[in-house]
């Protein structure tokens, strides 16, 4: 099974980098090595059926690109975890260097009043269009339904059969030395193997005698031997232990991955009955912790969500696993004003409104529907007038407006950002080049580090800038 075409053919290289995984960082990656290093073979494997799915569904299929947050330190504080480490790659290419990108490119964008940057088209299928023509243009060898199985340091290991065969059979790959060409025209293989139920074992290490870097040899997913000089891993988060498989057997550790980005489940029939309603500025907060934010909050069919909702379980990721999703939440749903200021408001309408229902006089800007459900849970009755609203009535509600307290039972990830917290340890990784401390020639981009941002364009961000930097990288000899 050969390599599916997708661009045209690019000048024949001695050297190669290979991109794995065909998301956002290593998009990116590959175009500015390729731009950067035009004699450069570059190729991107993706072992999917489409490049770009995240970018697809991001934003609601209008891809959130990145957040108008146009300052470096500024930019680093909206990631609960790796922020510290993004200050530097933020310096050399940040969210005004991605609008640029884009729209020298002919993308522009627009920015929202919350600060989130969409494509004036409101299509996420113009930032896949632009990002696979301009790797086409750059000549980007992209590869689909291609993956990554095993990766070696190039003349480490040989590779045996699997199920028994007798050591005869062993079948050794050695790999054709630089220039070596690419792999170019539909079916047609490199260095295929006679035997593809196969496992890597060690062998004497060897050089390569282009760079003085041992390079890399990779097992893909077709049964084929592919070799590199540099090699990029962007294969996303790690939601399952085989996802970073790859970065530990080159010699990485993982931090422990948990969902980052989700929203919270909460059976109170009164609440899923209100789904759809959103409020544009509420609080939250979990009692006992120090989590605590402010933001637009959607009610669902199973609980809460939103902006504000998504931060916290952002910031909160590692608190709350440890907490198995179980926890009190605490709803302020009038924030903008104190205690004081909502005990004058409702005495207020009892005194210009007396024979009016207390149900029927929501304080603005809550709703109708919300106004009503708060009050009854707040043990109002609904025949209840202003006039007749006892002492301890009011406090309930004022109590109800102002701290609604919820049992959490559980989570759904968000469907527009799949975010783990969790990944390649940043401590293993040079952020001026993304190169791995550990193994020389392997660089990592995008989410497969221990890096995640809140909501608003900020994880794009970081697979922009982190693939920028690695792509210049990997361009140098």
Known sequence: MGFKEHSTRPPMSSRRVIVAGGGAAGFF???TCAEAAPGTGVVLLEKGPQFLSKVRISG???????????????????????????IGPFQRFQARDTVEWF????????????????????????????????A???????????????????????FEPRNGLDAERKIEQPLPPHPNPLPWGEGEPLAVLEEKSGSFVSEPTSKSQTSGREGFELKLSNGEILDCE???????????????????????????????????????PWLRSL????????????????????????VTHWGLSGPVILRLSAWGARELHGLNYKFSLLVNW???????????????????????????????????????????????????????????????????????????TGKSLNKEEFVTCGGVKLSEVN???????????????????????ITGGFNFQSAWTTGWIAGKAMAED
């Open 431 to 453: 952020f001026k080049t993304m190169e791995s401390r550990n193994c020389p020639g392997l660089h990592f981009a995008g989410e497969l580090l221990d890096i995640d941002g």
């Open 334 to 408: 009038l924030p903008v004003l104190d205690e004081d200021a909502v005990v004058d408001e409702l005495n207020r309408r009892r005194k210009e409104q007396p024979a009016r229902l207390v149900v029927n006089g929501p304080i603005p800007p809550l709703g109708a529907r919300l106004w009503e459900q708060l009050v009854l849970a707040s043990g109002v009755e609904g025949e209840t007038r202003w006039a007749e609203l006892s002492r301890t009535g009011q406090h309930g509600l004022v109590q109800q407006l102002r701290r609604t307290e919820f049992a959490v």
């Open 103 to 134: 729209e020298s490119r002919g993308v522009k964008l627009k920015t929202e009043e919350d600060g989130r940057m969409f494509p004036v088209s409101d299509l996420s299928q113009t930032i896949i269009d632009c990002l696979i023509n301009v």
């Open 29 to 31: 990656a590959a175009i």
């Open 60 to 86: 609601g299929g209008r891809c959130n690109v990145t957040h108008a947050c146009f300052d470096a330190r500024e930019l680093a504080a909206r990631f609960p975890r790796g922020g510290q480490a993004l």
């Open 230 to 268: 540099r090699l990029l891993l962007a294969t996303g988060g790690c939601r399952t232990a085989a996802m970073g498989r790859l970065a530990e057997s080159l010699g990485h550790s993982l931090e422990p991955s948990v969902p980052s980005l989700f929203t919270f489940h909460i059976e109170v």
């Open 275 to 298: 789904a759809g309603v959103s409020v544009e500025d509420a609080e939250v907060m979990v009692p006992g912790t120090k989590l605590r934010e402010r933001g637009p909050l959607l």
């Open 136 to 158: 086409k243009k750059a000549g980007v060898k992209l590869v689909t339904n291609c993956g990554v199985e095993e990766v070696r340091r190039a003349g480490r290991r040989t």
